[in-house]
């Protein structure tokens, strides 16, 4: 399963969604589409929004492309397999594949950057998952969005919207 901690400076964080923390600190950051609107249809803007989602939504988006890559962004994370928004949308760019982000936490701060990518960060639904814990949604979602419950890596890739492979480095795109 994913390791959905990091350290960063003394504290912890990933352990708790913080969904609560965001809403309420800065809730014009946070869209939670309709029924009726496709998570597709929403485009980034300049100003950053945080498209709440479940797996089953951004599964039907991600059969729209050839080439997918969904990137398990934790926004504080400083390791080894982190890396940049931006250089991961040039890395996806130059290669063709569709880039879709999506924090595994919410951080308000972090989440209020303007990053150079195509589209807007997404963040689990935890309330749709009714849970807080950043494990038991997180497994949830992947598996609504994959179908499998053994993956590994801050990567999951899809071809024709089919799951292919997880993996913890660019470089396997």
């Not at 080439?67 to 890395?91: E, I, M, T």
């Not at 071809?159 to 396997?172: H, Q, T």
Request: a positive charge.
């Amino acid at each position: 399963m994913f390791c959905t901690t990091c350290s960063i400076k003394g504290s912890f964080q990933g352990l708790y969604s913080y969904y609560s923390k965001t809403k309420s600190e800065a809730p014009q950051l946070l869209i939670v589409p309709d029924t009726s609107t496709l998570l597709c249809e929403i485009s980034k803007s300049d100003t950053p929004r945080i498209v709440v989602i479940n797996g089953s939504i951004l599964k039907e988006c991600i059969k729209a492309n050839k080439k997918a890559v969904v990137y398990l962004w934790a926004p504080k994370c400083k390791g080894k397999f982190c890396y940049s928004l931006n250089f991961l949308q040039q890395k996806c760019d130059a290669k063709g594949v569709a880039l879709y982000i999506v924090a595994e936490y919410y951080d308000t701060q972090l989440m209020q950057i303007n990053h150079k990518i195509s589209k807007p960060i997404s963040g689990i639904d935890v309330e749709y998952y009714n849970s807080s814990k950043t494990s038991k949604y997180l497994s949830k979602f992947i598996y609504d969005l994959t179908s499998r419950s053994d993956m590994a890596g801050r990567f999951i890739y899809f071809e024709d919207g089919i799951f292919k492979k997880s993996f913890e480095s660019i470089e396997e795109i």
